[in-house]
């Protein structure tokens, strides 16, 4: 093995293992390893950023402007309407909203899909009394299993079929991964809607018109006088008050010492989390006091729950520094986080993706704060941007995806309905492209010439030739059950993207050393990036769906690994029935 093979795998690796902690924005990770490969030698200068000018991201960049536009037409909140008028059963909506996030991820991003989906989804729920973990774990997998039917549904098809252009001269067309995909998406949708009733039934305490569990909160809240808190040790909160005190703040100074030996009096401030019912009941009866906000008897007042996206500019700040919400008198009055350590006062606290935000304040001003920070309400708030409700977006995004399916190239197609959404008013680009998931997108170009330097360093072709070792390169069924199985096991941990970049040149070698052709093998790539069921943070929309449904680290391995096993199973009986 030369240096240059040693140096990109070590930096491969690191890259990964970064990834997968979640720690570091993964823009800074993405531009660093870019950085670090070329000091190492692994592609030139004039190499660097070639990535920015791909085709597939070029594309992605589109897609994701034209989901902008679709996303304020509320197409589908009416549809949502009549829907819950029929009264179906449960698992007809769970079935359906989960089908409709899949129609939805054929045709653009998987978060985008998801973010789409989700207050339809939410919706229908408290209309109809489902618990919501019975709602948004479905819909965040449909959104996955969706993305493996089109050339547009995830980057990964994406790189994979650009992967296949440059070796062979053609890539994938539009539909080509749905011989695989839409089989395996629709069983998917429908096991993970009949099993998740059983896995998260409501609990036998709730009445049955509870529409969600009580998700854990950290709040900041004042001892009253002649509040029950009153002379209670801090190490006695959780087991008669179902509280877990952090933080015991008197005269706007710490209270230090063991929990046994701290004691509430009147005035204090308990820094605290535990259930929001919980929190609710204290409040109720007068144990645990929010100080009031000042326009809590305006007409417009409103108490909405956001959620922090992907691409929200609130990741990495912290909540005293959200100039957003306190510049339009917004407060922050609760946090479900997804930090296990908590430390300081509660203005102190950092946030990440998948972060929920409990706001109180006018709902206009809180629409304009979400909508400047790219945070999704859980709830309705008054629109900033006017809603669309031509049908011309739908039938340019149409003309477009037909276009691609029909051979043009998709950077081409899209760019044509980008061009006429902003013709005819519907897409302001500069704003637009203000508001996209950039760390997405850098880490997509900036990841492309590493992956590049797979081939060129002969890396791959090393790859290839270990794995030739475990299975017998002369059966492709051995092989593409490989490459599946490797995308599979990765991609619950670093997002799919990566996985298809990392994995496209080592599939493309392991097929040329069997003498085959590398469709089925790239395939398999695509098909199990998309297979992430197992963990909360190997995409964005399992991290987003643990925030929104309470759901703990077990849950996904728990709904996952069934569905998971089925999924491979039946990806890799079609891939076989139409790749070989």
């Given at each position: 093995?030369?240096?240059?093979?040693?140096?990109?795998?070590?930096?491969?690796?690191?890259?990964l293992?970064?990834?997968?902690?979640?720690?570091?924005?993964?823009?800074?990770?993405?531009?660093?390893?870019?950085?670090?490969?070329?000091?190492?030698?692994?592609?030139?200068?004039?190499q660097i950023?070639?990535?920015?000018?791909?085709?597939?991201?070029i594309?992605?960049?589109?897609?994701l402007?034209?989901?902008?536009?679709?996303?304020r037409?509320?197409?589908?909140?009416?549809?949502?309407?009549r829907?819950?008028?029929?009264?179906?059963?449960?698992?007809k909506?769970?079935?359906?909203?989960?089908?409709?996030?899949?129609?939805?991820?054929?045709?653009?991003?998987?978060?985008?899909?998801f973010?789409?989906?989700?207050?339809?989804?939410?919706?229908?729920?408290?209309?109809?009394?489902?618990?919501?973990?019975?709602?948004?774990m479905?819909?965040?997998?449909?959104?996955?299993?969706?993305?493996?039917?089109?050339?547009?549904?995830?980057p990964?098809?994406?790189?994979?079929?650009?992967?296949?252009?440059?070796?062979?001269?053609?890539?994938?067309?539009?539909?080509?991964?749905?011989?695989?995909?839409?089989?395996?998406?629709?069983?998917?949708?429908?096991?993970?809607?009949?099993?998740?009733?059983?896995?998260?039934?409501?609990?036998?305490?709730?009445?049955?018109?509870?529409?969600?569990?009580?998700?854990?909160?950290?709040?900041?809240?004042?001892?009253?006088?002649?509040?029950?808190?009153?002379?209670?040790?801090?190490?006695?909160?959780s087991?008669?008050?179902?509280?877990?005190?952090?933080?015991?703040?008197?005269?706007?100074?710490?209270?230090?010492?063991?929990?046994?030996?701290?004691?509430?009096?009147?005035?204090?401030?308990?820094?605290?989390?535990?259930?929001?019912?919980?929190?609710?009941?204290?409040?109720?009866?007068?144990?645990?006091?929010?100080?009031?906000?000042p326009?809590?008897?305006?007409?417009?007042?409103?108490?909405?729950?956001?959620?922090?996206?992907?691409e929200?500019?609130?990741?990495?700040?912290?909540?005293?520094?959200?100039?957003?919400?306190?510049?339009?008198g917004?407060?922050?009055?609760?946090?479900?986080?997804?930090?296990?350590?908590?430390?300081?006062?509660?203005?102190d606290?950092?946030?990440?993706?998948?972060?929920?935000?409990?706001?109180?304040?006018?709902?206009?001003?809180?629409?304009?704060?979400?909508?400047?920070?790219?945070?999704?309400?859980?709830?309705?708030?008054?629109?900033?941007?006017?809603?669309?409700?031509?049908?011309?977006?739908?039938?340019?995004?149409?003309?477009?995806?037909?276009?691609?399916?029909?051979?043009?190239?998709?950077?081409?197609?899209?760019?044509?309905?980008?061009?006429?959404?902003?013709?005819?008013?519907?897409?302001?680009?500069?704003?637009?492209?203000?508001?996209?998931?950039?760390?997405?997108?850098i880490?997509?170009a900036?990841?492309?010439?590493?992956?590049?330097?797979?081939?060129?360093?002969?890396?791959?072709?090393?790859?290839?030739g270990?794995?030739?070792?475990?299975?017998?390169?002369?059966?492709?069924?051995?092989?593409?059950?490989?490459?599946?199985?490797?995308?599979?096991?990765?991609?619950?941990?670093?997002?799919?993207?990566?996985?298809?970049?990392?994995?496209?040149p080592?599939?493309?070698?392991?097929?040329?050393?069997?003498?085959?052709?590398?469709?089925?093998?790239?395939?398999a790539?695509?098909?199990?990036?998309s297979?992430?069921?197992?963990?909360?943070?190997?995409h964005h929309?399992?991290?987003?769906?643990?925030?929104?449904?309470?759901?703990?680290?077990?849950?996904?391995?728990?709904?996952?690994?069934?569905?998971t096993?089925?999924?491979?199973?039946?990806?890799?009986?079609?891939?076989?029935?139409?790749?070989?």
């Open positions: 093995m030369s240096f240059e093979q040693a140096s990109l795998l070590v930096l491969l690796l690191a890259m293992i970064f990834f997968s902690l979640d720690r570091i924005r993964i823009e800074i990770v993405s531009i660093a390893g870019l950085l670090a490969g070329y000091a190492l030698g692994l592609y030139p200068a004039d950023f070639t990535g920015f000018a791909s085709p597939v991201v594309t992605v960049i589109e897609i402007l034209i989901v902008q536009v679709l996303a037409a509320k197409l589908f909140d009416s549809l949502a309407t829907f819950a008028a029929a009264k179906p059963s449960r698992f909506v769970i079935s359906g909203t989960s089908s409709l996030a899949g129609f939805i991820s054929i045709f653009m991003n998987n978060i985008g899909a973010a789409i989906t989700l207050p339809v989804a939410l919706g229908l729920g408290t209309a109809l009394a489902i618990p919501r973990r019975q709602i948004v479905p819909l965040s997998f449909a959104a996955l299993l969706g993305g493996m039917v089109s050339l547009i549904g995830t990964a098809n994406l790189l994979v079929s650009d992967g296949l252009a440059k070796a062979t001269g053609t890539g994938f067309r539009f539909f080509d991964f749905a011989y695989v995909g839409l089989p395996v998406a629709i069983a998917g949708i429908l096991l993970i809607a009949f099993r998740v009733q059983r896995l998260f039934p409501e609990p036998d305490e709730a009445p049955a018109t509870i529409s969600s569990i009580a998700r854990r909160i950290v709040v900041e809240r004042r001892v009253p006088d002649a509040s029950p808190l009153i002379g209670v040790r801090l190490s006695e909160c087991a008669r008050f179902g509280i877990k005190p952090h933080a015991l703040i008197r005269a706007d100074n710490f209270v230090f010492g063991p929990l046994d030996q701290s004691v509430i009096e009147a005035g204090d401030v308990l820094l605290a989390e535990g259930g929001d019912t919980t929190f609710a009941g204290l409040s109720a009866a007068q144990t645990l006091l929010a100080d009031a906000h326009d809590g008897n305006q007409a417009d007042f409103a108490r909405v729950e956001s959620v922090v996206m992907p929200s500019t609130l990741v990495g700040s912290r909540i005293r520094s959200l100039e957003v919400f306190h510049s339009r917004v407060a922050v009055t609760a946090l479900s986080m997804r930090a296990p350590r908590i430390e300081g006062r509660f203005l606290l950092q946030l990440s993706i998948g972060d929920i935000l409990t706001l109180e304040g006018s709902r206009t001003a809180i629409a304009e704060a979400l909508d400047e920070s790219e945070c999704l309400p859980l709830a309705q708030t008054v629109p900033v941007e006017p809603v669309v409700l031509s049908w011309r977006p739908f039938a340019l995004f149409a003309g477009g995806v037909a276009a691609s399916a029909a051979g043009l190239h998709p950077d081409i197609a899209f760019a044509c309905v980008v061009l006429a959404l902003a013709l005819l008013n519907l897409l302001n680009i500069r704003q637009a492209m203000a508001d996209l998931n950039w760390p997405i997108i880490m997509l900036a990841m492309i010439p590493i992956g590049q330097a797979m081939a060129t360093t002969g890396a791959a072709e090393t790859i290839a270990w794995l030739s070792l475990v299975v017998p390169i002369a059966d492709p069924f051995s092989g593409i059950a490989l490459i599946l199985f490797l995308a599979m096991a990765l991609t619950p941990f670093v997002n799919n993207a990566t996985v298809a970049i990392v994995l496209t080592i599939a493309l070698e392991f097929a040329k050393a069997g003498q085959h052709a590398p469709d089925a093998y790239l395939i790539v695509a098909a199990g990036a297979l992430d069921f197992l963990t909360p943070f190997g929309n399992n991290t987003l769906a643990m925030g929104i449904g309470g759901y703990r680290f077990g849950d996904f391995l728990r709904a996952g690994w069934p569905l096993v089925a999924c491979y199973g039946l990806a890799l009986f079609f891939l076989a029935l139409f790749w070989l």
